[in-house]
Structures are given as C-alpha cells and as structure tokens.
C-alpha cells in the first residue's frame, strides 16, 4: 500500500524525490526513478542499492556497508571467531546480512549459523528460532531487523534465559534509532536488552544540530506529542532537503529549466488504478542529479559531500552499550582509519588516518548479566554431537600413542596430554577416539590433517609435527612438546693413548702452523738483520737464531729484541696468532683428557647433503619430504623406516652392506631410541625447531582454548610428569645423546688468523725491499744482483753520531746518555769479538 502510493504521487511532475527509508520500497522507487530521470534522494541503507545500477539513487545516510565492518570490528576487537545472525527475510535483512559475512571473512572471522524470518512471523516461530539459535555454539548474536520485531525478541529472549551472562547481543542501528526517537520506553522493554551493544550513526554535535533539536522539541510540546524526539535519520532528513534546495540553486544559475515530457512506454495494460501514462519525464534529470552529488556544505549531519560512488563521505558509528534506563557511548568506528576508538571520528580527519589495530581502543562494557568481563563468546553446545578424535595407531615408538590390545581404548604420552588439558576446560565435551592405521605400519599424518579438512575427523591428536602446509589445511593447538630434526649416526668411543697431545691438532693444522713459525721467524730475521746485531753472526749462529727465535714465541719466551717498526708489526700480529692457536690447543686437550669423546664421521647435515649415501627416515614422518623438498636429497637415497629394530641394522650395516649412513628423525623418538642403543649417537644439533600440537577445523574455538589448558599445564609442572612417565630415558641416552662429534681443531677454523699473518709478512717484505732497493740505487754507483744482495746483508752503517765520550783507560768513544734509549739502557753492552765495547748507535 505505501509503495502503490508513492506510484499515485509521482503520477504529478517530480524533480526530485526525498525517501524512503524502507529499502525494499527503495528498491521499487529507484527502477521508477531512473526511467523518469527523476533524483532519488534516499536514506535507505540497503548496500546493493548503488549508483552503477540506479544511476539516480543518491545515498543521504551512511551504507550497511559501513555499519557491517564496524560490527566485523568489534567482533575482532574482543577476539571472537564465530557469529550467529538473526535476520528479517527481506532486501533490507539478506543484503545487510550478506555484507556481514564479506566484512568477517576479512578478518578471518565467519557467520557460523544464520537465521531468517518474514516479517509477518508469529511468536511461536519467533520463540523457536531462539530456541534453535540457543543449541548454537556461539554466543555472539547479531540482530538485524526492525523496530517491531527486534523488541519482541529481545522480550521472548530475556523470557528464555539468553540475555545471561555469557551471550553477547549486537543489534544494527535500529535499536539506537528507535531508543532515540522515544523519551519514554516500557520498563519491561528496556529490562529485556540490558548490555546489549548497538550502533547509532555518528552525528557530531554542533549548533546547528541544538537549534534542531530544540525546535523539534517545541513542536512536539506544541502537537502534545513530547515523547516523539528526533533521531539521527531525523538529521539525515533534514539535510536532504537542504541539499536539493542547494542543488536547486546552482541548477537555475547555471540555467536550468524545468520542463518535463511523455514517454510512451509508459502504460497500464491491465486497467488498474494507477496512471502510468501520467507520469512524465524530468528532461534535466541528469543536470539536477549532477548538482545534488556536487554538493557540499555544513549540515545538522555533519560535513554533506558525497563521492563518486553517491554515498556521503567519511561514514561513522557511535558505538553504545545499553545500561540502565538509558544508552551509553563506549567508543567510535569511522570508515577514515577502520578502526575502533574512544576519540570523535571528526577530530581524525585533520590527521593521516592511522590504522594500526594497536591503537584501537573501546570503554569498558557491561554486558549482559551485569558483568563486566568479556564473555568468551562460545560455549560446547548441550546438544552437541560426540566429537570424533583421530587418533594414529602407531607401529613403534608406542610410547607416545597406541590402541591397547586387549581395552580396545588409546593410551599413551599425548592421550594424557589431551585428556589433562581436557580436565582443565569450563565445560564437558563428548568426544571418541577413533584409530586411524592399520596398526601394522606408522600412519602418514598427513592423510589425517586431510581428514580434518574433509570433516571426517573433528579434531585429531598424538605425536603430529606442526608443519606449514598442515596449518594451511587446520589450525594447531599450543606445542605440548618441542621437536626438531636431529641426525642419528654410529659413534665410537676415543681412546687416549701416549700420543694424546697431538690430538688437538689434525695433521693439516700442524704441518701449516709449523711452516708459519719458520716463515715469521725468516721474516723478522729479513727485517732485523741490517739493524740488530742480535740477528747477526756467522750463517750457523743465524739459522740458529732464527729456529730459536720462531719457537720461543710460543711461549713468549724470545729474548732478542727487534728495532724496526716492521718487524714489530709483524711480531705483534703472529703472537696475537700464537694466543689463539695456544688457548685452543689447551681448550681441546683439556676436553679429550677429561671427557669421554664420541667420533663420528657425520659432523651435520651438509655432510649428508654432499654425500651419495642412503639416508634412513621413520615411515609417516615429515622427514622425507623436508629432506627432498628442503634439502634438494634425491627421493632415491631415501629409504623408509619402520621400527627401533630396523634403525639399528640400518645403521649397523652401514651404507656399502645395505644399510644407511644416518637416520634423520625428530628428537623424542630420538631420545627413546638412544635409551637402548649406546652406540648410536646424535651428530650436531637440532636442524629444524618443530613442535607436536591436536590439530582441530579452522576457526575451532576448542583449539584456543585447549592451547590455553596446556600452557596452565606446562606452567603446573604437570606436562613434564606426563614426559617422565611415559618418556623417562635411561642413562644410556644422557651419555650418548650429545657429544661433540671431533675435538680435533680443524685448519678451517684458523684459516682467517693465519691469513692476515702471511699478509702482514708479505706487506713488511714488499716495504723493506723496496725501501733497501731505493738505498741501494741512491749510494751505489754500479748496480748488480750480487752487489744488491751484498748491500742488503751488510750491517747498516750508523747515521748521525752525537759527540761522543771515552771510557777512561780506552780511546773507544762513548755516547752520551741523554742520547740512549730505554731498551739500550736496560740491555747490557755485548763485547765485540776484537775485544772492544760493542757500537751503541744513537
């Protein structure tokens, strides 16, 4: 009936049409306005009413779009993952709806159960659609309907125990509208919707929006209506027509003329009441249209501008929290940053929008049951079915999870996990171990995370290793153990023997280390032998110096002194070496006298990779794809593992009799397995840093909070009882599952030390040679190798000698003390071999 008169009121000559609200009626006007070119300004909040199919529907107040996200907000805000939406089965109730799922899948949340109802529906269906949303996992309700309705519900709700502690209610915004627009609501009313939180489109507060008010007041008084008050589409009413007035004016400025003409096509073949071939088409429809989305200026609404999309700019919402006889603001959504916040959406205009999540922020809510703690938002419903656990039915290593032959039920170390950190839930879940294998081989995890996808499994539990392509297909729980990718290999004991000194050292060190002391004791002795007198001598008296001088430094037990500059350079740097080679030797003898040592011929995994060798791995373990996928290992080298058994003839036949080089596997089998076998050891360290978690649907609410019960467990210390019970390892293990695979120092490590020290001789060299070569072709007028070599070796001849004194009973000449050095101080005068007081040169 209201549709069919707005088709008896366009029958007249419209330029522009204010309204409707309803976006079903919308919906209808908007087909009629485009064919007459006629403005549709329209407060209807139905997103899928657009410009690209209406091109003369302009929006006048904010888009369910926009009040969708701000409720997708606050569900991410308080970290809930489900939602249950109770709707009208209209335009308005679908599409709001439909923008609600778009606006939680982008924050990964999700609608999990979603319920219509005509508009016409009794209060017995009303009562059991309540009833059925009340067996429903999640406690976070969004209502999006009408006036009418909604308060029935929230009524039938309150009646039925579901505006307790633990729901949540999250009505759109015609709950704020309708309070809004009653000064006088029952108290029965009010009482059914207390902590319910709704959205109100934000209307900043101005004079212009106080001089409305008061004026709406005063006519209200005046027609004896006063509880009758004004809402926020009261504001957007108001400005529509102000905005066509304005469009109005610049449309007659710029010329405009109102002039209308028939369109045949309109007609009414069927003899009714109404009178299409009145209608008329407004032939400047497109000018006026243009000039309304043109518009911009302060109204009652705020800023009215509007994008090119014909939606108004900057969309907010006021969040409120029901509380009491009235409403209260607990914070902001503005579609400006996206986020939730306690500060007013018009003061962030003037500032780069910030859209960190860090920085969203709400006031404390009461919800309902009058309790301020967030309630968790799901519940394990009463009727819910007995979920089904996947659980392997191992082959080996039943320690950790196997069916007991003669119960029928699992047990092991990550059945009392689940079953301890089930204990420690709020509330009961039915659920049934279901095996899954054959029990005569290890079960490929995989196939179970595939069966979690599928919904074949409801969850799945045992020793499942946490790899990134299974948490793309269901989310993990908390780790409840950590693992990693470890390399068992054969090890044999080192035995000390009379030679154990030279152990340190591979054979390769000592020869190089050797070569460096007789290379830097020729090199200073190069450097020396002009300028010392100590570096001088009969060619015997030479090479002895030089074997001595080199291996004293060992100890730093040399005794001769250099004077150049060069050759002290070069002797602080090797001692420097010298330090390091020294303190390592005493390190490594000290471990190989003291500790018992493990060899093995595997030093890690780049051995493995480099080798050709057959490489062991436990069937159904991710190992085996790490190794081909991640390690580029050819599949051929890899073979498949069954049993402890089988890993020690694997490793006891070695490669070359059919056997294996090492096994690669995660570190609790490893550790089972060295409980039993002390002549297998682990080479290096872990590898790869995994974890085992239960392994639930994505979006599982009983994931989060079981990650929560293992923490408290771990925290408790009851996790490592559960460990020493079903995993205690014996001595065997502790001595065998590390070792440091070689205590030799290898020349790889001092490569870098014995590299600047042949640098630095070299450098001294080039220097002293081309400083003696400059010398030698200033003073020497005939040039030769041999003279060359003759003048490098002869003893330079003192420069500069200050006045000089006489020993008293000798004609030796004496230089003057304050001309001496400290070192010529302290060292003694050494007799020539002609008997006179060696040269002390200045």
Not at 502 to 530: A, D, N, S
Not at 709 to 721: K, M, P, V, W, Y
Request: net charge neutral.
């Amino acid at each position: 009936m209201v549709s069919l008169a707005w088709f008896k009121f366009m029958e007249t000559d419209v330029i522009a049409i204010i309204g409707p609200q309803c976006s079903t009626i919308a919906h209808i006007i908007s087909y009629v306005a485009n064919e007459l070119q006629v403005p549709l300004m329209s407060f209807a909040s139905d997103a899928t009413l657009s410009s690209i199919q209406f091109p003369f529907f302009v929006r006048t107040a904010p888009s369910d779009l926009y009040q969708m996200a701000a409720v997708a907000a606050i569900v991410d805000y308080n970290q809930w993952k489900l939602v249950t939406a109770i709707y009208v089965d209209d335009d308005y109730g679908r599409n709001g709806i439909a923008a609600l799922d778009d606006a939680l899948a982008a924050r990964r949340c999700k609608i999990s159960y979603k319920v219509g109802f005509p508009v016409t529906a009794k209060k017995s269906e009303l009562i059991n659609l309540l009833v059925q949303v009340s067996y429903m996992e999640s406690r976070i309700i969004i209502l999006h309907t009408g006036a009418g309705p909604g308060l029935k519900l929230f009524s039938m709700a309150n009646r039925l125990g579901m505006m307790a502690n633990g729901y949540v209610w999250i009505a759109t915004d015609w709950l704020s509208a309708y309070l809004d627009a009653n000064s006088s609501v029952a108290a029965e009313t009010i009482n059914g919707m207390q902590g319910v939180l709704t959205l109100r489109p934000h209307i900043p507060n101005s004079k212009m929006k106080s001089n409305l008010i008061s004026k709406w007041s005063r006519q209200s008084q005046k027609y004896n209506n006063s509880d009758l008050r004004i809402s926020a589409y009261g504001f957007y009413v108001y400005d529509s027509v102000w905005a066509v007035a304005h469009a109005l004016d610049a449309f007659f400025n710029d010329g405009g003329r109102i002039s209308f003409s028939n369109d045949s096509r309109l007609r009414d073949t069927t003899g009714g009441t109404l009178h299409l071939e009145a209608m008329s088409t407004f032939d400047m429809g497109n000018e006026l249209k243009d000039k309304i989305r043109k518009v911009n200026f302060s109204g009652v609404s705020g800023q009215v501008h509007f994008d090119n999309t014909g939606n108004l700019i900057h969309p907010a919402y006021d969040i409120i929290n029901v509380i009491g006889n009235g409403m209260r603001t607990i914070g902001f959504w503005s579609n400006y940053s996206g986020l939730l916040s306690t500060v007013t959406p018009e003061s962030l205009y003037s500032k780069p929008p910030n859209t960190s999540l860090a920085n969203q922020h709400l006031y404390d809510v009461i919800w309902p049951g009058e309790t301020a703690q967030r309630p968790r938002g799901w519940v394990f419903p009463s009727n819910a079915k007995e979920l089904k656990i996947g659980v392997p039915n191992r082959f080996s290593f039943k320690e950790f999870v196997t069916k007991d032959d003669v119960t029928g039920s699992m047990k092991g170390y990550c059945i009392d996990v689940f079953t301890q950190a089930l204990a420690l839930l709020p509330y009961p879940v039915t659920y049934k171990f279901v095996p899954f294998g054959s029990g005569t081989e290890n079960p490929h995890f995989d196939k179970i995370i595939q069966l979690i996808e599928s919904n074949e499994f409801d969850g799945a539990i045992g020793d499942i290793a946490i790899t990134m392509n299974r948490t793309k297909l269901a989310d993990f729980t908390q780790p409840f153990i950590e693992t990693g990718l470890v390399i068992l290999s054969p090890v044999k004991k080192h035995i000390t023997t009379s030679w154990a000194f030279l152990q340190p050292f591979t054979l390769e060190m000592w020869c190089v280390t050797g070569l460096f002391f007789l290379i830097v004791g020729v090199v200073v002795w190069v450097l020396e032998h002009r300028i010392n007198d100590e570096f001088r001598g009969s060619p015997r008296q030479q090479m002895i110096t030089i074997f001595w001088f080199s291996f004293s430094t060992l100890f730093f037990a040399h005794r001769e002194n250099t004077m150049s500059t060069l050759g002290r350079g070069v002797l602080i740097i090797w001692l420097f070496v010298v330090l390091i080679i020294q303190s390592s030797y005493t390190a490594s003898l000290t471990s190989i006298l003291t500790v018992q040592q493990l060899d093995t011929s595997i030093r890690g995994i780049d051995d493995l990779k480099n080798s050709d060798d057959p490489i062991g791995f436990q069937v159904g373990s991710f190992a085996q794809d790490y190794m081909a996928l991640e390690l580029n290992i050819s599949r051929s080298r890899l073979r498949a593992l069954g049993s402890p058994q089988e890993y020690a003839e694997a490793l006891k036949l070695g490669p070359k009799k059919g056997g294996v080089m090492a096994i690669v596997d995660e570190r609790p089998y490893v550790e089972l397995f060295l409980s039993s076998n002390c002549k297998i050891g682990v080479a290096g360290s872990d590898f790869t840093s995994r974890g085992w978690g239960f392994a639930f649907p994505r979006d599982s609410p009983l994931q989060v909070d079981l990650s929560t019960a293992i923490l408290t467990l771990s925290e408790n210390g009851e996790l490592q009882r559960i460990h020493d019970k079903w995993l205690k390892t014996g001595e065997c293990a502790a001595d065998s599952s590390e070792f440091i695979d070689s205590n030799q120092l290898r020349l790889e490590s001092f490569c870098g030390l014995f590299l600047i020290c042949g640098v630095a001789c070299i450098l001294s060299l080039t220097i002293y040679f081309a400083i003696m070569l400059r010398k030698y072709l200033r003073h020497e007028p005939k040039k030769s190798l041999r003279r060359f070599i003759s003048f490098v070796d002869d003893k330079e001849p003192p420069k500069n000698r200050k006045r000089s004194l006489s020993l008293p009973g000798t004609s030796t000449p004496m230089t003057p003390m304050s001309s001496l050095t400290a070192v010529d101080i302290e060292r003694p005068a050494r007799p020539v071999r002609n008997g006179s007081i060696a040269d002390i040169e200045s």
